[in-house]
């Protein structure tokens, strides 16, 4: 007998065998998990290098509702399936059965395939800023970062060539984008590195004018004291 059957005391050791029924609902809650992960990565990465900024997931779950319920369901069977046999893993180990190492490695490697779906979606952005930055939609992805108040990335376009006083298609800066959302940070960044608090956008607002509406004194204050009218 192998060293696999055999426990410490040298007495047989019994396998921990899975039923292929639970095989198969691992596998395909699993598949069904995969594909709304990649359907998500695709829109926050080649629908966006193509297209600008998105709103993911959007289309999925106003357009796409039973794609969207499949892609849901699959992914609550998986969660619920992982911590089972996750469970069952420690249980077996627990009553002094084998559990193959490679069952670890295979609930390691696909949680970290569906972990993916948590990549924030600035982060995909920051990857490819320098692709990004050479293409018609950096004035968006610039303004869209600064109002979600990721100062790295703000930072990453710039430093990638992008002005720091570029408009997306309604006109406004990254400053008017953080003035939106009373980004501070941002605010005070753009500001130092000579953005232009007076631009307006194509509505006629200034960034003043924004945090003013957004209710964001404190913005609105630091605008004033820089210049802003």
Known sequence: MTNDTLDRAG??????????WLLLWFIASFAGAMAFVARIVWEETI????????????????????????????????????????????????????VPPGRWAWLLGSAICVSILFVPYTMWQRLNVAHLARTRHAPEFLTYAAATGDLGTVKAFINNGVSINATNQDGSTALHGAAVEGQMDVIKYLLAHGADPNVRNKFGTTALGDAREMKHPEAARYLETHGAR
């Open 47 to 98: 629908l966006t290098w193509r297209q600008g900024p998105q709103m993911v997931g959007f289309t999925l779950t106003h357009a796409e509702l039973p794609l969207f319920f499949f892609f849901l369901g699959s992914l609550l069977s998986y969660f619920v399936m992982l911590l089972f046999l996750t469970v069952r893993n420690i249980h077996s180990m627990y009553r002094k059965r084998y």
């Open 11 to 20: 007495g047989e050791r019994v396998r921990d065998r899975l039923p292929g």
